[in-house]
């Protein structure tokens, strides 16, 4: 089973910026998509962006589209979520996910999922 894990989180000042790291473990995730979500408390854990498995497509969600890319190393096993101009309402839980579609921004079609880190923006 691939295990991924999300580091990179913390504190940033708002219009700063922050990159977050997918890392696979116990297996090679490169056969997979990976999505990023992230969840502010009792709210629904909401999309990002995703890039496919080959990394030739990238999809990104108008709430934050410029302001994030998404990026994968195949030869590291990691994924990164670059993140520019955050601001205080980016605060959040931020986690990395494994689809085996080439595109999917609902968290059902995802099987694999990180712990999440958390970022907070500061005004």
């Known amino acids: 089973q691939v295990h991924l894990i999300e580091s990179g989180g913390g504190l940033v000042q708002a219009g700063g910026s922050l990159r977050l790291t997918c890392a696979a473990s116990g297996g090679s995730f490169n056969g997979y998509g990976v999505g990023w979500f992230r969840q502010i408390p009792d709210k629904a854990r909401e999309f990002l962006g995703s890039?496919?498995?080959?990394?030739?497509?990238?999809d990104y969600s108008d709430s934050v589209k410029g302001r994030i890319t998404i990026s994968r190393d195949k030869a590291k096993n990691t994924a990164y979520l670059q993140m520019d101009n955050l601001r205080p309402e980016d605060t959040a839980v931020y986690y990395c996910?494994?689809?085996?579609?080439?595109?999917?921004?609902?968290?059902?079609?995802?099987?694999?999922w990180g712990q999440g880190t958390q970022v907070t923006v500061s005004s």
């Open positions: 996910a494994a689809t085996p579609y080439y595109s999917c921004s609902g968290t059902g079609c995802y099987d694999y």
């Open positions: 890039i496919t498995w080959s990394g030739d497509s990238t």
